[in-house]
């Protein structure tokens, strides 16, 4: 019976994941058929005009001539098999221009987040553990920077200073375009990242030292660790073990939650960045009307934000025992 | 995470193939814009010009000074009733999979151009292609067509495979090799990533002697012109096309390293304009039109705003084209001068100091030919009474709908002649284009019987002089006419790394066979 | 930029375990507490500053930010305090009158997203069961787009104008305010003196909007403070996308229009972006300050 219970119950869950995938989808689809102007005038404007005979021709090859309910109804039947359509811009499957977009976007939030956990962590901590000590004010101002200015902005003070001033990194794309060898190739990869890593990272290092530094001032007021203290225990292993392994429980919440919207900042850094991926793919298609590119990167990013809000809930579990019991 | 890693392996595959190609000599161009694909035949567009005359050739190409030049034809003959036009096609030509190239593959191209390009009136009266033998071909016409041998240009006409192209290989427009294309030309496709970069290599076989010269061309995509300069100034990139900022221009100008080429591209012939709906009141009354005219200061557009980059464009057709007209009338600036007709046409100043407010339309990523021209209009009309209210669209296809729905006073557009007056420039004028829905017709709405009839008079004149004098009646009733009041041709330029030679500057500018390219010794 | 409007509300975890009994805080108290914290009482001043230059500034300033007044990209101090942009429109008079319109959408939009925050959460967190189920897949369903790429999608479909914007950055950011309200009604909705209201009869509406509200208010109010920030920041990231009202100026337009100068002229972005910085700072220093006054435990701490 509990089996039964457990089954049902993850069943029910998917079933609702999959119910807001698709409503995701579908409001999108009808949403996007209210911008004026369709793919085939953004087609014959590259094309340097057209005639009103080839116009309709193309809007029969890509069935924009049919009723929308009727293009809703065989997109979504494709997006049921796992087919995402086909990308009117670059005349290509969407799922292929995906999975050729996806690494750069993925490496570059997850450089930003590792970053910024760790920055944020750390210098959260340390400032916990003398609340009205010198470093626990820089913390705070650092983290007042990095959440009141624009990051597209941050990102073009960097270009300034570190790509036009003082140029030791690239100012955009991911690799030179004459690609070094082997090992080489991942260096430069890596030179390219930083800058653009470290812009996104901004916003999260002030996020994530400020919960840090909230979530640990409150854990050392615990009576475990008053205990452990009394115990004997060395001040740094309170602190860093004790201490961290429980402040950390409210930041892998958080960075769960967060995760499908570290993809929006990616779309600001990427087109500062020029850094080839998702989120200036995402924008580029609402330029250029490319409606399958567009729903593609929207349910992918949806279909993202379920899987992290799972993950979460599985490290969750693993950090709070407490949990696991209920 | 798997995809993670294929695309590791497949990076580091093209990583090894660049490396150890780096020792041969390469070109990395850098473009704003994505090709949808590289087939001319049926896709025009500069981003899909660029490799498509490398890739294919055509019967033609052109001299700096309008003289055809034999490329797949040896030779070619127009007949005298202006009817037939026979092409001798150089032997032993080969596309890029070893097939030999014959008159069946021009006639199926010519076919396949005239039934799909987008450019309707380029190859409209030809009837039929006759391929009396392999190397011969006979093109029919219903009527003289002297725009006809600048369709042969590598730009316009490029042959395709027709094994390769043909109706036995399912519908053209889905065809995949539109995406890896086989032709004949200087460069053979090598890869494609979408969105990113394509590679081109040297046709071992091609049918010139010691050409292409470089190696391979790396084409890489940028999506905005900041970064594409910063790689050229840097040295990433080599080379950069359609460079049309004078800003951009002026500060690459002062770089050592680099040079600018400005004079070139007289047969794409990019204008930049101030359109007008001519059936919208109060623009529907010519001297209201002119009035604008005559308030907006054009020298300051052209040199202030453009800084002196961009050339006048007094007329419709671009100045470098043979058959442009000089000594077409202009508006000088003369405040009163419009204040009065506007008194005249029955638009006196109200009581708020203001005669009418007009919209003025154009694109935000239209910034200096555009939003710039429209900002410094709505400061000078005022100056007359004359409201102007911005519309700036998001984007192309919005801005797109509305002037092709006549849901404008005025727009900055930008139109190109693509070499004959027929292809590019008959479009805007004639009143059987106005079509709604339809971008880069007649949407001014502008109608004359006598353009009407001078166009088609034009279209069909074979002697040279007789035509030019056609044309040149033509540009002066349009200007007198003022459906739009003509500000600039759009200075595309080509800039390079010192060192590279040959680079195309003809008259089709970018979007010719680069197989003259190489670095000095 | 959206995940600093999604994420920020929940960042003062520390503002939600506000002591129930004191759902009627002294005003006067309060405020004594918030004027005697230093950085609150900066963010204040700044913030007035900042008012103060967006509303009389043009006027007392006097050049048309929409003119061109002298040579394109010249730097600050050679003609003009701050510099001129690409057109050689006054910089310093760009970001005095950008600034009505940044603040503008940023605070209307602010109001929006708190609205409809609190409507959405008050009707969960007080009916609960299906009502609740209901609009917390809605609320996951905001929650599950990206923000800006929906505030994108919607200024393009219906062209940009400073309504659509004030609109479209509203109608993305409501999630975590309503589930932050939700939570306080829930709290809330179980104490004593909820309880007493109810048994007396009160309808719905009253025991919503006057008895519960009230007391879930402060949490709410020190959020809508980094709402408001993060409104502003999300209109800064539209106008640099090129998705602001063409016929204005803002602070974010004014750094988008001017990217591609960036290397030749970096007054021309770096002014703006500093004005975008400061006023956030000021509207966050004032959050802080609502919050340390408003909470007891963070009190202590300062």
Redesign the interface.
């Known amino acids: 019976m509990d089996t039964f219970q457990r089954l049902s119950s993850t069943f029910k869950r998917l079933l609702e994941a999959f119910l807001l995938v698709m409503a995701v989808v579908v409001l999108n689809f009808l949403l996007i058929q209210l911008a004026p102007g369709d793919p085939v005038e953004v087609i014959v404007g590259e094309m340097g005009g057209a005639s009103e005979e080839l116009m309709a021709q193309l809007r029969a090859q890509y069935g924009l001539d049919r009723p929308v309910i009727e293009q809703l109804g065989i997109y979504v039947g494709k997006v049921l098999t796992g087919d995402l359509g086909y990308s009117y811009y670059f005349n290509t499957p969407v799922l292929d221009l995906l999975l050729q977009r996806v690494p750069a976007t993925v490496l570059l939030v997850m450089t930003a987040l590792f970053l910024s956990v760790l920055v944020g962590t750390i210098a959260g901590a340390v400032s916990a553990k003398k609340p009205d000590g010198i470093g626990s004010h820089i913390v705070t101002i650092i983290s007042l920077v990095g959440y009141s200015a624009p990051v597209f902005w941050i990102g073009m003070m960097l270009i300034i200073l570190f790509a036009s001033m003082w140029p030791i990194f690239p100012v955009a794309g991911m690799y030179s375009i004459r690609r070094p060898d082997g090992f080489a190739y991942y260096v430069d990869i890596l030179h390219h990242l930083a800058l653009p890593a470290i812009t996104l990272a901004t916003i999260y290092v002030a996020f994530y030292s400020r919960l840090a530094r909230t979530s640990m001032i409150e854990v050392l007021g615990q009576d475990y660790i008053r205990t452990a203290r009394a115990k004997g225990l060395s001040e740094r292993k309170v602190v860093w073990k004790h201490g961290l392994k429980n402040g950390l429980i409210p930041i892998v919440t958080m960075v769960g939650l967060q995760f499908g919207q570290l993809f929006a900042g990616a779309v600001l850094v990427e087109t500062v960045f020029n850094w080839p991926g998702l989120g200036r793919l995402a924008y580029e298609s609402i330029l250029r009307r490319d409606y399958p590119t567009l729903l593609g990167i929207l349910l992918f990013s949806a279909v993202l934000v379920m899987i992290a809000n799972a993950l979460t809930d599985l490290a969750y579990r693993w950090i709070d025992p407490r949990i696991r019991k209920t | 995470m798997k995809?993670?890693k294929s695309?590791?392996a497949a990076?580091?595959l093209?990583?090894?193939g660049?490396?150890s190609a780096?020792a041969q000599s390469?070109v990395?161009i850098g473009t704003p814009?994505?090709p949808?694909?590289f087939n001319g035949a049926i896709?025009?567009?500069?981003?899909?010009f660029l490799p498509s005359a490398n890739i294919f050739a055509s019967p033609l190409r052109y001299s700096d000074s309008w003289e055809p030049e034999p490329y797949l034809a040896e030779s070619w003959e127009v007949s005298d009733d202006g009817l037939t036009v026979t092409l001798k096609l150089k032997d032993g030509v080969t596309f890029h999979d070893g097939e030999p190239l014959t008159s069946a593959d021009v006639a199926f191209s010519i076919e396949t151009i005239k039934e799909?390009h987008?450019?309707?009136t380029m190859l409209e009266p030809v009837e039929s292609v006759d391929t009396p033998d392999d190397l011969t071909a006979v093109i029919n016409l219903a009527h003289p067509h002297p725009a006809l041998l600048l369709a042969m240009s590598p730009t316009l006409m490029p042959i395709i495979p027709e094994h390769i192209y043909g109706p036995d290989n399912g519908p053209i427009?889905?065809n995949p090799a539109?995406?890896a294309p086989v032709g004949s030309g200087p460069f053979k496709m090598e890869e494609y990533?979408?969105?990113?970069?394509y590679k081109l290599v040297k046709n071992e076989d091609f049918f010139l002697e010691d050409k292409p010269k470089l190696d391979e061309i790396?084409v890489?995509i940028?999506?905005?012109?900041?970064?594409i300069l910063?790689?050229l100034e840097?040295g990433?990139?080599d080379m950069v096309t359609f460079l049309s900022?004078p800003?951009?221009l002026s500060?690459l100008e002062e770089n050592d390293d680099l040079v600018v080429e400005s004079d070139l591209g007289q047969a794409i012939g990019p204008i930049n304009w101030i359109a007008y709906n001519t059936k919208k009141e109060p623009l529907n009354k010519v001297e209201v039109r002119q009035a604008i005219n005559y308030a907006i200061d054009r020298d300051f557009i052209l040199n202030v705003?453009l800084q002196g980059k961009a050339p006048l464009a007094s007329g419709p057709i671009d100045p470098g084209s043979p058959l442009a007209n000089p000594d077409v009338e202009g508006y000088d600036l003369d405040l009163e001068k419009a204040a009065a007709m506007l008194d005249e046409a029955g638009y006196p100043v109200g009581d708020d100091g203001m005669r009418f407010t007009l919209t003025g339309d154009t694109t935000?990523?239209d910034?200096e030919m555009g939003?710039?021209v429209l900002?410094?209009m709505?400061?000078q009309l005022k100056k007359i009474g004359v409201g102007l209210?911005?519309?700036?669209?998001?984007?192309?296809?919005?801005w797109?709908?509305?002037i092709?729905n006549y849901d404008f006073d005025i727009t900055i557009d930008k139109?190109?002649n693509?070499g004959d007056p027929v292809i590019?420039v008959n479009?805007t004028y004639v009143s059987s284009n106005i079509?709604p829905?339809?971008?880069?017709?007649n949407t001014q709405q502008y109608e004359n019987p006598k353009v009407d009839q001078l166009l088609a008079d034009a279209a069909t004149e074979t002697d040279p002089a007789k035509r030019k004098a056609l044309y040149d009646e033509f540009q002066t009733i349009v200007v007198d006419d003022s459906p739009i009041y003509f500000l600039n041709v759009i200075p595309y330029s080509t800039v390079y790394q010192k060192g590279l030679t040959g680079v195309p500057d003809g008259i089709w500018g970018a979007v010719a066979p680069m197989d003259d390219m190489a670095w000095e010794e | 930029m959206n995940t600093q409007a999604i994420a920020s509300p929940d960042a003062r975890a520390d503002t939600a375990p506000l002591p129930a009994s004191k759902p009627d805080h002294p005003l006067r108290e309060t405020l004594k507490i918030f004027l005697k914290n230093k950085s609150a009482a900066g963010g204040l001043i700044l913030l007035t500053i900042i008012l103060l230059g967006t509303t009389i500034g043009p006027a007392l300033y006097g050049v048309d930010a929409y003119e061109m007044v002298w040579m394109p990209l010249s730097p600050p101090g050679d003609g003009t305090p701050l510099g001129t942009d690409y057109i050689g429109r006054d910089i310093l008079a760009g970001i005095l009158i950008g600034g009505r319109v940044t603040l503008i959408v940023g605070a209307a939009s602010a109001v929006m997203t708190i609205v409809i925050g609190i409507l959405v959460g008050a009707f969960s967190g007080f009916f609960g069961g299906r009502v609740d189920a209901a609009l917390m897949k809605f609320t996951e369903f905001f929650q599950v787009l990206p923000s800006l790429l929906l505030a994108m999608v919607l200024v393009t479909i219906f062209s940009p104008s400073i309504g659509t914007i004030i609109f479209a950055i509203g109608i993305v950011g409501w999630a975590q305010v309503a589930r932050l309200t939700r939570a306080e009604f829930l709290r809330i909705g179980n104490l004593e003196y909820v309880k007493a209201a109810r048994a007396a009869g009160a309808r719905d509406g009253y025991l919503m909007f006057r008895v519960i509200l009230p007391g879930s208010l402060p949490p709410i109010i020190v959020s809508s403070a980094l709402v408001t920030g993060a409104s502003i920041l999300f209109e800064a990231g539209l106008g640099y996308l090129g998705l602001g009202d063409p016929n204005t100026l803002s602070w974010g337009m004014i750094i988008g229009q001017n990217q591609n100068y960036l290397l030749d002229a970096w007054w021309t972005v770096t002014c703006p972006g500093i004005a975008i910085f400061l006023t956030v700072l000021a509207i966050s220093l004032i959050g802080d300050g609502i919050n340390d006054a408003l909470n007891p435990r963070a009190r202590k701490r300062a």
Do not use: M
């Open positions: 995809h993670w695309f590791l990076t580091c093209a990583a090894l660049a490396g780096l390469s990395v814009g994505v949808r694909h896709q025009s567009g500069i981003y899909t799909n987008p450019f309707k427009r889905e539109n995406l990533k979408q969105g990113e970069f790396y890489q940028f999506p905005d012109v900041k970064s910063l790689a840097r990433d990139i900022s800003r951009d500060r705003l935000i990523a910034e939003r710039n900002q410094y709505k400061a209210e911005l519309r700036l669209a998001p984007d192309f296809p919005t797109a709908k509305r092709s139109v190109f693509w590019g479009r079509r829905g339809v971008i880069w017709s």
